[in-house]
């Protein structure tokens, strides 16, 4: 047969008979091929990019991209990937035990902290030692309601004595609920009283010219909150007011076994007498 007496070129053909594929289609067949291809076989180089995304598919000569090489973890084996994940995770879990033990640290005394103080206390020294606080000061644990009554000059020329006005609480229910409360809603009483607080003793005796101007200042809140309030009816004048504070302590939670007493501390300031401005002004 002609194949066997051509020899083995015969059948699988010689290296250059094929390499243009356009030319190997049979002559009915050039109708598929596009004009563009046709010029690029014409012209001897390799098809546009155009070309190869062609209906008809890329020519021969194309050639497929690579693929991305592994990078990171997915690139170690499957043993190591495993020690590598859990090497992350004994991090991961030490660092969030170190934060919290830092936390327990320079937190105010609370239940964890009195329970396992010793743990906390191994742990941090003498390595982790922190010498600040988390908060400063301490959040508060009590809860002060600033009071007032006043000595009122009646029509008559008589006086009367008012009950107690909780401030604190009037200030609260103001603020309860309001999106924007205002500056003196929430700071104007409590700043006034922690002043007085702050430079006086426990007997009420002002420390220099700060302790007479707190209580100036303090005087003067007051009565305009006693004005507001209506204190002193039509034709009645204020003459003096008293102050006091009423401390009670916050409740501890329920699954803690901290004691903690309910019952509720004054501390009662004298009685002021009103300038006369000030008189003038409450009873408008």
């Known amino acids: ?18 390499a243009d594929p356009v030319s190997a289609l049979p002559e009915g067949a050039m109708t598929d091929v596009t004009e563009e ?3 690029q076989r014409d012209a001897g180089g390799a098809p546009s990019a155009e070309a190869a995304a062609s209906p008809e598919g890329p020519s021969p000569d194309s050639a497929f991209p690579a693929p991305a090489p592994r990078t990171g973890i997915a690139s170690l084996s499957l043993r190591y990937q495993v020690a590598a994940a859990l090497a992350l995770a004994v991090v991961a879990v030490a660092a969030c035990v170190h934060l919290g ?6 937190a105010p005394p609370n239940t964890l902290t009195k329970k396992h103080g010793t743990v906390i206390d191994d742990w941090i020294y003498p390595e982790f030692e922190q010498n600040w606080k ?31 006005y909780d401030l604190s609480a009037l200030d609260g229910d103001a603020i309860h609920g309001n999106l924007l409360p205002s500056h003196t809603q929430q700071n104007e009483l409590r700043r006034a009283w922690d002043f007085y607080v ?24 007051v009565v305009v909150r006693l004005d507001r309030e209506h204190a002193a009816g039509r034709g009645e004048t204020l003459e003096s007011v008293q102050v006091r504070s009423r401390t009670t302590n916050v409740p501890p939670p329920k699954w803690s076994d901290e004691q903690v007493p309910g019952t509720p501390l004054y501390r009662q300031l004298p009685w002021w007498s009103l300038p006369d401005g000030e008189r003038t002004g409450a009873s408008a």
């Open 198 to 221: 702050a430079s006086h003793d426990g007997e009420n005796r002002p420390a220099g010219l700060r302790g007479a101007l707190s209580e100036d200042y303090l005087r003067r809140v």
């Open 134 to 164: 988390l908060f400063a000061p301490n959040p508060l644990q009590q809860n002060i309601d600033v009071q007032v009554r006043a000595e009122v000059r009646t029509r008559d020329g008589s006086e009367r004595t008012t009950g107690w």
């Open 1 to 18: 047969m002609d194949a066997y007496d051509k020899g083995p070129d015969a059948r699988l053909g010689r290296p250059g008979d094929c």
């Open 101 to 106: 033990m830092v936390f327990l640290h320079v």
């Open 37 to 39: 291809q046709q010029e």
